[in-house]
């Protein structure tokens, strides 16, 4: 799943039964209990936050890792905004962004909604949707450029059903191949978002999808006037897990295509690791990893203030 | 759409028909590279990789398995399992104990060490990558597989701290008043009412761990050198590149990389799932 951390977790509502310490039981901190919270603090303190501050210190300097570290202030990123590959890797994550998480989010909603009632298969469904969760995004890359083989799977379908004008070496067109590896990790991501659907649906209101549907509302005005108004939380946690998933994306991209044919499937987090482990600019690839951050971030605190302002 | 009721019968097909051949179309990836893993080199150089099959062997898979002078997948799957299980143990017990103290006792700054936990699980492992090879490099730990488990040990430290100190903070304080009133220490109080009582959340847990570590791609390419310490996501990756004329061997490595993490997930659906939902909407 997107690796480790692929299930981001979306802000949680602060409200909701949550006693507050200070009427609660807690009671002084035993000596024990600090090396209990230290062992988890100091590994997340020694592989999280200093080398993430040591990022930011690298993204003001010239370092190629070897040599001493020479102090550049805010030159790497005047340069970001000169490079061609990093505007095109930027370019294409924001079309990731709004296309992975577009086409996640929608296939997601319709499967969910789709088998929400427990009836007869349903089981077996969910199962397969969600399947790709299971495999990582390397294997998941693998399956999808078996399908793209020239003279692959897909060409043959396409041939067999009468396109055959349509076949072609899928991986190598410039202007298909960041959509071709969309749609592979769209596959993986869609199963997790029906998940989180499903469960916002279950804790919808029934009676108002039947009332709806006495009063004589269609299938799709149900979907749009009574459920989706209902999970508006569920959609703020799904979109900041696709927009984060999106930022970060870099293992299946990496397999299917490295960024190529020609930066054609460029995205920030593939810019990032050859600027620092192909050219060993590690200054410049920390300037990328800072942006990856901020846009992460910037987005994250964009949803959680929408958040706060629904729950008002 | 017509609006009368339809009876469930005709639904119950229309569903049927609308579903199958949907989730048909959603497996076909997976099929086709089973299908391909299962033919022989020579019915694809003649017949082409799209189409029927005119062979069936195992040979891809010894091949993939033994491998042809690159370590072979048996030791990637090897070195996968070695690093998996440390770290699933060590991520779930350090992230207990820590989320124990968090919610249980009166820790000065707890809710700022719970921001910075859900800040470290938010970031990308990119804005740490650089620095973290730098520090397996200067640790001596570069290319052992002791250097993946600790990072994502590190890593994923935030997650499954933030889980379940979210889900210690909904058990009754009753609970483990009593058992302080009786004087029961700090750690059996943990060990035999808390963590017991956390045992669902755990399993799921668990499981995604389990699946996340084994998937894991990015710190091992990065902390580990040598084809005799690659876990088998690495593995798969040189395997292409070396291998990219035989597509039926690299199918069946795919094929056999998939698998752990697909029993994990068959045998523990029901516990996934639920950890998954843990992760974000509870």
Known sequence: MVAIGEGAVGPRSP???????????????????????????????????????????????????????VWVGAGNYRGLLHDPVFGKALVDNCIWVVGFGGLSLLFGLFFALALDRPRRGVGLYRALIYLPLAFSLVVTGLFWQTFYMPGGPLDTVLGAIGLKGLEQQWLAQPHLVLYCVLVAAVWHEVGYIMVLYLAGLKAADPELAQASEVDGATAMQRVVFVLLPQLREVNLIVLAIVVIDSLRTFDIVWV???????????????????????????????????????????????LVSRMVKGAR | MPRERQSSGARRVRFHLLMAPICLIWCAPLVFTVIVSFRSFT????????????????GAYSTALNGDGTGGEGRALLNSTIITVPTVVALLLLSSMAAFALSRYRVPGRRAIVAVMLTGNLLPPQVVLVPVVRMVQSLGIFNHLI???????????????????????SLPEALTDAAHVDGASPVSIYWRIVLPL??????????????????????????????????????LFNFETLNITSWNVIAAAAVLAALPTAAIFLVFQRQMISGLLLGSVK
């Open chain 2, 147 to 169: 250097a993946p488990i600790l990072v994502q040990t590190g890593f994923g430290m935030g997650f499954y701290t933030f889980v379940l100190y979210g889900f210690m903070r």
């Open chain 2, 43 to 58: 019915d694809i150089i003649e017949h082409g990789i799209g189409a029927a099959p005119h062979s069936f062997t195992t």
């Open chain 1, 15 to 69: 409200r909701r039964h949550r006693a507050s310490p200070e009427r609660s039981g807690l009671r002084r901190v035993p000596p024990v209990i600090w090396v209990f919270l230290g062992l988890g603090a100091a590994m997340e303190a020694f592989w999280v936050a200093w080398p993430a501050l040591n990022t930011f210190y690298y993204s003001f300097t010239r370092w190629d890792g070897i040599g001493k570290k």
């Open chain 2, 198 to 235: 956390v045992r669902p959340a755990l399993a799921g847990l668990a499981a995604l761990a389990a699946t996340w570590t084994f998937s894991d791609f990015i710190f091992a390419i990065t902390t580990l050198q040598s084809s005799s310490t690659f876990p088998v996501t690495v593995f």
């Open chain 1, 256 to 302: 299917m295509t490295g960024g190529g044919p020609n930066n054609a499937s460029q995205l920030l987090s593939i810019d990032m690791y050859m600027e620092a482990f192909s050219d060993l600019q590690l200054g410049y690839a920390s300037a990328i990893a800072v942006v990856i951050f901020l846009l992460t971030v910037g987005f994250v605190m964009f």
